[in-house]
């Protein structure tokens, strides 16, 4: 069954532009729980101490990437729907996604309604696998 408040999990290296999007997103989900890594090293540690519905990841970061961020959270076996975001696409960026399942792929500076209408989606997505289970 799902869980009444969702977590959304923001990952980003940039602290200004992460907190700028927990205030925007906000506005359109304020019954969600946002919660922010500035890298994938710390949104592990986040996943593994509480439930996250959805994650929304950049690419490019220190350490650990967006892609083996999104590869870690595959290999422990969990279905949670990730957004990643990049200012650096390419065709090979989008099929290495697309292999790791993500739900889909935002080119910064990102669109506000955009990233709304993608987490909505992950959410719903989400919220099915969670009714299956």
């Not at 205030?23 to 996250?52: C, T, W, Y």
Request: net charge negative; hydrophobic share 45%; proline share 5%.
């Amino acid at each position: 069954m799902p869980r009444l408040v969702k977590t959304v999990l923001l990952v980003d290296d940039e602290k200004a532009l992460m907190d700028s999007l927990k205030a925007g997103l906000r506005v359109f989900f304020p019954d969600i729980h946002f919660e922010a890594a500035l890298n994938g090293s710390e949104a592990l540690k986040i996943m593994q101490s509480r439930p996250v519905d959805l994650v929304v990841t950049d690419i490019r970061m220190p350490g650990m990437d967006g892609y083996e961020l999104v590869s870690m959270i595959r290999y422990s076996s969990t279905d949670v729907p990730v957004i990643a975001m990049s200012a650096f696409e390419s065709p090979k960026m989008k099929d290495t996604l697309s292999d790791l399942g993500v739900l889909c792929f935002l080119e910064k500076p990102l669109s506000l309604q955009e990233l709304v209408g993608a987490i909505q989606e992950g959410l719903r997505q989400n919220d099915q696998w969670a009714n299956m289970a």
